[in-house]
């Protein structure tokens, strides 16, 4: 499968669109920050700082955390109230446990950005929650640079912690994106093509072991129309042109939403694979084949 370098576009997808990845998310930025923690001395000194409730020692329990890097607003001075999932004191979650109980609560975060890092990580951020994920990872990366390998087992486990969530980062924003209640790629895609498309059967199965979502079946659409793989690389470099609103700006508003999307998918991509050593994840639904 063909690695994809990822551009970000957009502010984040709405938060009805966002439904299925963000209790994956909130689980990421929760072992980002322990991680953060564990590699100093149990206060975490850059991701998600502010956050230090006299309860646990000057640092946030999980739902503290969620709680307090909530976005404002009028409707909600302290952001949009997290669900209690029972996590309680916890350290050590159980990843899909947990995100599954968010889900079902109906969590989605929307994140301060302000508050997840220093002002200095900040500066010359784009506007998207695609390089917010990458500013946070570029901070985990280092973290996981000044750790002495090999890993202690509790670091070790926290690592692996970290990576499950970022693969459910992933499989949950293709499932947001693809399934029909969240998402509209495929009709707007067979919009873009003028056909319909053939999907795999059966459908995948992703990671939270109860969303399933369609794949699409390349070399039977090739076959049916002669010439959909340019096509569709087509639609995706437009998708991919950071300068998309000026050099084309029906296709911007028409296609905004999948714009949105299709880079969270390559951002979490990419950041997946980097926290495998670049192992590359399988299931993409943006993705060419090589």
């Not at 001395?41 to 998600?48: D, E, Y």
């Not at 640092?59 to 949009?80: H, I, M």
């Not at 917010?132 to 750790?147: C, E, Y």
């Not at 970290?162 to 994106?177: N, P, T």
Request: charged share 20%.
């Amino acid at each position: 499968m063909m690695f994809v370098p990822f551009v970000f576009l957009l502010l984040a997808p709405l938060a009805a669109a966002n439904a299925l990845a963000g209790p994956w998310q909130m689980m990421w930025l929760w072992y980002a920050y322990e991680l953060d923690a564990a590699a100093n001395g149990g206060i975490p000194t850059t991701i998600a700082v502010g956050c230090q409730p006299a309860s646990n020692n000057g640092r946030c329990y999980f739902k503290d955390l969620a709680q307090w890097v909530q976005l404002k607003s009028r409707k909600n001075p302290a952001g949009v109230p997290v669900p209690d999932v029972g996590v309680g004191t916890d350290l050590t979650p159980d990843i899909t446990d947990t995100a599954n109980k968010l889900r079902a609560a109906k969590y989605n975060g929307n994140w301060d950005r302000a508050k997840l890092l220093p002002a200095s990580r900040l500066s010359g951020l784009g506007t998207t929650f695609g390089a917010l994920f990458t500013a946070i990872h570029n901070s985990v990366q280092d973290i996981r640079g000044t750790l002495e390998r090999p890993l202690t087992a509790d670091l070790q486990d926290m690592e692996d912690r970290l990576k499950l969530a970022m693969q459910g980062v992933h499989e949950m924003r293709i499932a947001d994106m693809a399934i029909s209640n969240a998402g509209a790629f495929y009709t707007e895609l067979e919009g873009f093509l003028g056909y319909t498309l053939i999907k795999k059967t059966p459908q995948r199965l992703a990671i939270d072991g109860t969303t399933l979502y369609d794949e699409l079946d390349h070399d039977a659409n090739e076959a049916a129309h002669p010439g959909y793989k340019a096509a569709y690389a087509g639609f995706l470099a437009k998708c991919e042109d950071p300068n998309i609103r000026t050099n084309d700006n029906s296709f911007f508003k028409k296609y905004r939403d999948i714009l949105g999307h299709h880079n969270a998918i390559i951002a979490s991509q990419a950041i997946e694979s980097a926290l495998h050593e670049f192992r590359t994840p399988t299931g993409d639904l943006c993705v060419l084949p090589v």
